[in-house]
């Protein structure tokens, strides 16, 4: 029920912000790659704006979360190192002789402690 209210709060007015601005930017653009001469028909692109909006949007986020994985990549190496390590504990442990059963000698087990003295 709270993943859908929050679908609903974030990506609805998300939606309409999106659909609006992709008809308010209708209108035809020229994109050209060269500095020099923009006026060159082989490096200009001509889009609507709003899809130049919703790529360059889009490499931001390609950018960003590639950005965030390689930054966490040290944590995910501790984590894999540590998965194994725990899975070579496991191992040890079943491979392990069990503890005896019975009363270790020395041991109180089955006396009284003594009676403290004032």
Same mark, same amino acid.
């Given at each position: 029920?709270? !993943? #859908?209210?929050?679908?609903? %709060?974030?990506? %609805?007015?998300?939606?309409?912000? @999106?659909?609006? @601005?992709?008809?308010?930017?209708?209108?035809?653009?020229?994109?050209?790659?060269?500095?020099?001469?923009?006026? !060159?028909?082989?490096?200009?692109?001509? @889009?609507?704006?709003?899809?130049?909006?919703?790529?360059?949007? *889009?490499?931001?986020?390609?950018?960003? =979360?590639?950005?965030?994985?390689?930054?966490?990549?040290?944590?995910?190496?501790?984590? #894999?190192? #540590?998965?194994?390590? *725990?899975? !070579? @504990? #496991?191992?040890? %442990? +079943?491979?392990?002789? =069990?503890?005896?059963?019975?009363?270790?000698?020395? +041991?109180?087990?089955?006396? *009284?402690?003594?009676?403290?003295? !004032?």
């Amino acid at each position: 029920m709270l !993943n #859908r209210f929050m679908l609903i %709060v974030v990506f %609805v007015p998300l939606a309409i912000i @999106l659909i609006a @601005l992709a008809v308010a930017n209708r209108e035809l653009v020229a994109f050209t790659l060269d500095p020099f001469n923009p006026g !060159n028909p082989k490096l200009t692109l001509t @889009l609507p704006l709003f899809i130049f909006l919703f790529l360059a949007l *889009a490499i931001g986020m390609i950018v960003g =979360s590639l950005a965030t994985w390689v930054k966490q990549g040290r944590y995910r190496k501790l984590a #894999r190192q #540590r998965g194994v390590e *725990a899975e !070579n @504990l #496991r191992q040890a %442990v +079943s491979r392990a002789p =069990s503890a005896p059963q019975g009363p270790v000698p020395g +041991s109180a087990q089955g006396q *009284a402690l003594p009676k403290p003295t !004032n």
